[in-house]
């Protein structure tokens, strides 16, 4: 079970932690084409290695998390607050 | 004292041995198939049962040939029973209790008559893949193929009244774990503790000491010493008869402890900082016709049966040695007074060519050309490296040819090995390893050095034998033969992984660690390629099979229960069960309880409701945000309906919100909707508009909920509220009030009307829920009123045409087809799923959420019923009842556009095939479409 380092709780167990997805940027609704929504809703890339992604802190602080990690190895390599990430549909 | 057993009368236990680890002192009686068999303290189920005799301890999976010990340990492949209500028992590690009663079970009518042995005589035709190439047509029998072979498919039975014991879990943190308590594990521990590491040090069988404890004398000594050392130094867990079952991610460790006091088995969750793999050599049997008959056995475990269980293994042996294993057998056989009668020594390229036998070994046909009459064959071909907990951390076992082997990749610094797994040498020289490698464990768990260096051990020589020129078993377990692998690789699965698979070897309860090498070995002969390049399957968890009861554990899940709960008990509510709430469904009669909602007035416990505290000046944007209809305009002291859908314009969840005062709002979610929407919430705050200055807490439990719901609610409420004019023009439809309910302060009600009545929702703090319901209770007697649960209230809402979210919306049910049109404001500037409903508005090709009414109004079909047109399905029944008010059935489901139109004939397919017509109703609503009930 891989260890998550929260800026607020410290390294805790992946098992308190909800997997949001893929760090996603929401897509303006206005003007938005089909295409571009749906590749928001339902497109993922992922890669096998380096990736940023949403973890939600569910049975810590109940924060949303930016997460930096090697898909690979499963190293985390940074985890921080998120600014305008869009919340995961 | 010699104690025969009378169901065989024979004694093949011998006189006290050094290493024993039975109690003379302490003997028990246990039964076996019926029969009473005496026993010591300290045999397992098969040392006592061979000491009596016994050779037969089951019958094979396939071809129910007839089994015996050899391995005499966890793994022996012959030795699953039944004990008492447990199928699966590895009788050759469970040690006998007083009054034990252990069983065959894959034997019918009985071990010694197996009706099914016949499948042995039928043996040509149950080759690789027999059963996926013979059962494959007609495909119409196929259920009745499944019934006869399941007939035949091994493993004990499960009572149904089989006892939920009690599992533990416990989480641990120790800087070391040493899996396997042999020589090196040992010093691997010590040397680590005595660095300052907390170290668990996990063995799987009873006692510590690996292969010195079926050794000889200097074996035995070291041993003591090594056991005096680990008791000597502290920070040392010992766990015995316990198994580290896997590794995973940061070295999380788990740890199944099979016989901790008082609990059946323990889950030990251990977060090390060093995982030391030191499982020592697993003896590799050899593959030849009959290597599988009572009577052949591995040099480990005629050994163990001597020196663990003073007990005779055989009369006359033959020993087939390539090793010192071997030849140390032929010293122990001979001491147990056992007669050796020939040694096969294949290091001089001598060779056995097959076993004779029955339920008994016969003779031994050597390559030699001479057949020897013996009851005992013992083989000492090799060892196979049980990788598995480095293989978990990403290594990948590389074939030694010297050493006929695989060994460790190696290259890891939190996972380290020892002992033989690492490779040879002389005792000292494993102990010398292994503490260097605990030395390094502790410095690396304490990050110290990550690069201190670890001396090499030797790796000697070893003749590589695998097979002899006959066909014979390769996995015990499954029955699977060479020549079915052979077999397997002509029919073109000729990569280990598919010969594996199609064969199943390596797949049964030994899960490899027996039979692994030796299927690379024929696989390899019959591709003409090297074992190395042949390759090893890649071994996964669990290292040792492990017990679901072990891997649930205790339950940990919470139920919750409103303040209310005592007074449910005790008026005969029947639970049911809503996610971790259990919710009054009725207390006797849902119908009862509709009338009198109807007809008077109606209390329901609605406290499961998720609620919301939301505080800060730009609360109207989060709920803009949230919700697809507008909240910009919420005056204070009103109360909205609104919708969510989430991005893809499916309906999410709805509720009311109520705005306190002018930065302060009260939100509502469905009970089972509550916590996603919490989430949600804080999903947009925290990561789409961190800049929106909202509080938002969950209040759920602070307050108890209580809907006042009927023609009378006004004139109940009236009788607990002094404070809040209750007038119909004080206090309209879909406003809110705070104030004082029962006495109680800090509450608040709102006029909001699911069930299409006159109805109050009142929250009152959470400690004075069960007084406050009582009060309503008694103060309302002369009002006639009457609680009333979950499934009166869905008749009452069906009745008035209120959707449940998931009940009557589904994963692709977006705003418009569940009827939510006149919510949808497409003119704000942004809310979740804007654009997907802006494209459904345009379009006609969904589903639409319509009231239906069945002609035959005794006719209810069943939610989830098919609407048909034409065979094809163009809809369903999302709910349906009896109405008790109209007395005919109602139902709301969806149907296709065409037929959305108010008066549309439908056909509904019941669940048995009959049609029931129905009707589309004018609107959802059947009950007071015009909603002057609620407006009263």
């Not at chain 2, 209809?629 to 969840?653: F, I, Q």
Request: charged share 20%; aromatic share 8%.
């Amino acid at each position: 079970m891989i260890l998550i380092p929260c800026p607020h709780c410290g390294e805790r167990n992946v098992s308190e932690f909800q997997y949001v997805g893929e760090a996603l940027t929401r897509p303006n609704p206005d003007g938005v084409d089909p295409e571009q929504w749906r590749s928001y809703l339902y497109l993922r890339s992922n890669p096998a290695g380096p990736t940023v992604e949403s973890w939600f802190h569910r049975a810590g602080c109940r924060r949303y998390l930016k997460v930096e990690r090697d898909t690979v190895t499963n190293e985390v390599t940074s985890v921080t607050l998120p600014g305008r990430g869009g919340p995961q549909p | 004292m010699r104690r025969k057993a009378q169901a065989t009368g024979v004694d093949m236990r011998l006189g006290p041995r050094p290493g024993e680890i039975i109690d003379r002192s302490r003997g028990l009686t246990f039964t076996w198939d019926g029969d009473t068999y005496p026993a010591y303290r300290g045999d397992t189920i098969t040392s006592a049962l061979a000491a009596a005799g016994v050779r037969v301890m089951s019958r094979s999976f396939k071809y129910h040939r007839p089994r015996g010990v050899m391995t005499t340990s966890y793994l022996d492949p012959g030795c699953l029973v039944q004990v008492g209500d447990e199928p699966n028992v590895r009788a050759s590690h469970r040690m006998v209790e007083p009054g034990m009663s252990a069983r065959p079970q894959n034997a019918w009518p009985s071990l010694r008559y197996d009706v099914k042995s016949a499948n042995g005589a039928l043996a040509p035709f149950l080759s690789a893949g027999f059963y996926y190439k013979t059962f494959m047509r007609p495909k119409r029998l196929w259920p009745a193929y499944e019934r006869v072979l399941r007939g035949f498919s091994p493993g004990g039975a499960v009572s149904p009244e089989a006892a939920h014991d009690y599992y533990d879990k416990r989480y641990a943190h120790p800087d070391v774990v040493v899996a396997g308590g042999g020589p090196a594990g040992m010093a691997a521990a010590v040397a680590a503790a005595a660095a300052g590491a907390a170290v668990m040090l996990v063995e799987g069988e009873p006692e510590l000491g690996g292969h010195l404890r079926w050794g000889a004398a200097p074996e035995l000594a070291a041993l003591g010493d090594l056991r005096r050392a680990v008791a000597a130094t502290g920070g040392i867990e010992v766990l015995t008869d316990s198994v580290v079952t896997g590794r995973y991610d940061g070295n999380w460790v788990a740890v199944v402890q099979r016989s901790a006091p008082g609990v059946v088995e323990r889950l030990i969750k251990a977060r090390a900082g060093v995982l030391v793999a030191a499982p020592g050599l697993i003896e590799r049997p050899y593959v030849f016709s009959g290597n599988d008959i009572p009577g052949v056995m591995l040099s480990t475990g005629a050994r163990r049966l001597i020196n663990l269980w003073a007990v005779k293994p055989g009369e006359r042996a033959v020993v087939l040695t390539a090793n010192s294993s071997g030849d140390a057998a032929v010293c122990d056989l001979a001491d147990a007074g056992v007669d050796v009668l020939k040694i096969v020594d294949a290091r001089s390229g001598e060779d056995v060519v097959r076993a004779k036998g029955g339920r008994t070994l016969r003779a031994v046909e050597c390559a030699d050309g001479t057949t020897v009459e013996c009851d005992l064959l013992v083989t000492a071909v090799g060892w196979t490296a049980p990788t598995s907990l480095l293989n978990m951390a990403g290594d990948r076992p590389v074939y030694n040819e010297r050493a006929a082997r695989f060994f460790p990749g190696g290259g890891h610094d939190d996972v380290l090995a020892t002992g033989g797994i690492a490779g040879d040498g002389s005792l000292e020289q494993l102990i010398d390893h292994g503490s260097a490698v605990g030395r390094a464990a502790a410095r690396r768990a304490h990050e110290v050095s990550a690069t201190t260096e670890i001396p090499s051990l030797p790796v000697e020589a070893h003749p590589a034998l695998f097979k002899a020129r006959t066909h014979g078993f390769v996995d015990f377990s499954e029955d699977v033969s060479s020549k079915e692998l052979e077999e397997a690789v002509a029919e073109g699965y000729d990569s280990i992984e598919l010969a594996k698979r199609y064969t199943t070897a390596t797949m049964g309860p030994a899960q490899g660690k027996l039979e692994s090498v030796n299927a690379v070995a024929v696989v390899a002969a019959a591709t003409g390629a090297t074992i190395a390049a042949t390759g090893t399957t890649v071994w996964r968890p669990p290292y040792s099979p492990v017990t679901l009861g072990a891997l649930a554990g205790r339950s940990f899940e919470p139920v919750r229960y409103s303040p209310m709960q005592p007074w449910h008990e005790a008026h005969g509510a029947k639970p049911l069960v809503a996610g971790q709430w259990i919710r009054p469904d009725h207390y006797g009669d849902p119908a009862a309880e509709v009338r009198s909602v109807r007809s008077g007035v109606g209390l329901i416990d609605v406290t499961p409701l998720g609620k919301f505290d939301l505080r800060g000046p730009d609360v109207p944007k989060l709920l803009n945000q949230l919700y697809i209809n507008k909240w910009s305009k919420l005056a204070l002291g009103s109360v909205r309906y609104g919708v969510m859908c989430a991005e893809d314009g499916v309906v999410l969840d709805d509720g009311v919100t109520g705005r306190l005062g002018d930065d302060h709002y009260l939100m509502t979610a469905t009970s089972s909707g509550a916590e996603t929407v919490w989430e949600w919430i804080e999903s947009w705050l925290q990561t789409e508009h961190p800049e929106w200055r909202v509080h938002v807490a969950r209040v759920t439990s602070d307050f108890a909920s209580i809907n006042i719901a009927g023609p009378r609610a006004r004139d109940l409420l009236s009788l607990v509220v002094d404070d809040v004019a209750l007038g119909p023009e004080e206090f309209p439809y879909m406003r809110v009030r705070s104030g004082s309910i029962a006495g109680i302060d800090g509450s608040f009600m709102w006029r909001i009307g699911f069930t299409g009545e006159l109805s109050y929702e009142i929250h009152v703090p959470a400690s004075y829920g069960l007084g406050v319901w009582e009060t309503l209770l008694e103060r309302g007697a002369d009002l006639g009123v009457k609680p009333f649960g979950v499934e009166a209230q869905r008749i009452l809402r069906l009745e008035k045409g209120h959707l449940i979210v998931g009940q009557d919306t589904d994963g692709l049910t977006r705003a418009y087809g569940a009827g939510l049109d006149w919510a949808v404001k497409l003119d704000k500037e942004d809310f979740a799923g804007k654009p997907e409903l802006g494209w459904q508005e345009g379009r006609d090709d969904f589903l639409r959420l319509v009231g239906l009414r069945p002609l035959e109004g005794t006719a209810v079909p069943a939610e989830g019923s098919q609407i048909v047109e034409a065979g094809i399905i163009v809809g369903r029944i999302t709910s349906s009842r009896m109405s008790p008010t109209l007395g005919r059935s109602i139902c709301m489901g969806f149907v296709a556009p065409h037929l959305a139109e108010p008066g549309s004939a439908i056909s509904i397919v019941a669940p048995d095939g009959s049609r029931v017509p129905a009707v589309v109703t004018p609107q959802l609503a059947q009950v007071d479409p015009k909603g002057e009930r609620l407006h009263g």
